[in-house]
């Protein structure tokens, strides 16, 4: 079965970077959508970007455009996401995800998280001032 497994997690100061990696397992992994999200407590899951995995084409979120970075190793099955700049709002629990719609690099470029169905464990992301 789909398995995504999420790592990297810790916690930084202000300015600081962090690279989470994503390892998937159980399907095929070319030409999918993974999505990277986050949650703060209280706060609905937000999309922060995700990667087309047929070509690599990646897609931001406003907030994270030209801070984050989103890359992956196909002979690993993994995706990363590189987190440079990081500031205290960027605190959250990050979560990797699989899109519902395999073969589609449509949905891709929304990363809305009604279009992921399979989701890794998250990993804690803290960022202190």
């Known amino acids: 079965q789909v398995q995504l497994v999420e790592s990297g997690g810790g916690s930084v100061q202000a300015g600081g970077s962090l690279r989470l990696s994503c390892a998937a397992s159980?399907?095929?992994?070319?030409?999918?959508?993974m999505g990277w999200f986050r949650q703060a407590p209280g706060k609905e899951r937000e999309g922060v970007g995700s990667i087309y995995t047929g070509g690599g084409s990646t897609y931001y979120a406003d907030s994270v455009k030209g801070r984050f970075t989103i890359s992956q190793d196909n002979a690993k099955n993994t995706v990363y996401l590189q987190m440079n700049s990081l500031k205290p709002e960027d605190t959250a629990m990050y979560y990797c995800?699989?899109?519902?719609?395999?073969?589609?690099?449509?949905?891709?470029?929304?990363?809305?998280?009604?279009?992921?169905?399979?989701w890794g464990q998250g990993t804690q992301v803290t960022v202190s001032s």
């Open positions: 159980g399907y095929t992994y070319s030409n999918n959508c």
């Open positions: 995800g699989l899109s519902r719609h395999p073969g589609s690099w449509f949905n891709c470029q929304y990363f809305l998280a009604r279009d992921f169905g399979y």
